[in-house]
């Protein structure tokens, strides 16, 4: 499994512990919100690397409109390029079938020796329901979650659900100030012909401009509903 193609030597001296980071979103699109996420919780667990992990066919999205996996790996990897601790994989979107995260989990786990330690990266409202995806119990003995939240967002509840489980998840929580910006607002800003300037990089504005994304779809408006 080629799933962190620059550090091939993830975990090569024995002497030491590795931190590998797993990035995990649908990234549609990727946005500055989740680069700085990768970069604080890099730097607050000192990770040797960050892995940009889009989902494939994700799994509570399955009746929702999810832009092609190709391209929100393409952005994946043009917002991701200039910094030499984050990389990109495919392993998800090559997978078929519905993204589960315990199976990228297993075969991290397979991939790398035990001195490579696994923190799994996502947005504190999809770890709100992380008691309910597939074989919880597994992943808590697999990886350490870190949940990303935004200014003023309540841990309280995400906590007492985690804790009323019973199943013993070590899940961290980092406040980001940057994750105002989100992809739902991007893709109505786009689709409403409004500058997303500043939201993402300039590499990924250029991709979805050359490819035309969001501009027709239906696009869920910022409070949730579905436009056109
Ligand atoms: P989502 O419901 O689209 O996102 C929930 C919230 O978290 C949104 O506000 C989202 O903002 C934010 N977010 C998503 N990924 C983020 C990240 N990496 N960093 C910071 N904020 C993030 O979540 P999703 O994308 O479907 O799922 C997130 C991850 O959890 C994926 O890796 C997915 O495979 C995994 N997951 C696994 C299962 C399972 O195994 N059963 C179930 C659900 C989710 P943006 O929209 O701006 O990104």
Same mark, same amino acid.
């Given at each position: 499994m080629h799933a962190a193609p620059r550090l091939p030597e993830l975990g090569a001296d024995r002497q030491r512990e590795y931190r590998l980071g797993i990035m995990g979103g649908t990234f549609d699109p990727i946005h500055y919100g989740h680069l700085v996420t990768a970069e604080q919780a890099r730097e607050a667990l000192?990770?040797?690397?960050?892995?940009?992990?889009?989902?494939?066919?994700?799994?509570?999205?399955?009746? !929702? =409109?999810?832009?092609?996996?190709?391209?929100?790996? %393409?952005?994946?990897?043009? %917002?991701? +390029?200039?910094?030499? %601790?984050?990389?990109? &994989?495919?392993?998800?979107?090559?997978?078929?079938?519905?993204? /589960? *995260?315990?199976? *990228?989990?297993?075969?991290?786990? +397979?991939?790398y020796p035990d001195n490579v330690k696994l923190f799994f990266i996502t947005g504190a409202d999809a770890i709100l329901d992380l008691v309910t995806w597939h074989d919880a119990a597994a992943m808590a003995e697999l990886a350490t979650f870190i949940a990303a939240t935004r200014p003023g967002y309540d841990i309280e509840q995400a906590r007492q659900r985690v804790a009323a &489980?019973?199943?013993?998840?070590?899940?961290?929580?980092?406040?980001?100030? %940057?994750? +105002?910006? &989100?992809?739902?607002?991007? =893709? +109505? =800003?786009?689709?409403? !012909?409004? &500058?997303?300037? /500043?939201? *993402?990089?300039?590499?990924?504005?250029?991709?979805?401009? !050359?490819?035309g994304l969001y501009s027709s779809h239906a696009v869920e408006r910022v409070d949730g509903a579905t436009a056109r």
């Open positions: 000192e990770l040797d690397l960050v892995l940009f992990m889009p989902a494939g066919i994700p799994a509570f999205k399955q009746d !929702k =409109r999810v832009t092609d996996a190709e391209d929100r790996y %393409a952005m994946t990897v043009l %917002a991701t +390029a200039a910094n030499p %601790a984050f990389d990109a &994989s495919r392993f998800e979107i090559d997978r078929d079938g519905v993204t /589960y *995260t315990i199976d *990228t989990l297993r075969a991290l786990r +397979a991939n &489980s019973g199943v013993p998840f070590d899940v961290r929580y980092i406040e980001i100030p %940057a994750l +105002a910006i &989100s992809s739902t607002n991007i =893709r +109505a =800003r786009v689709s409403a !012909k409004k &500058s997303v300037r /500043y939201l *993402t990089s300039e590499s990924v504005i250029g991709y979805i401009r !050359k490819n």
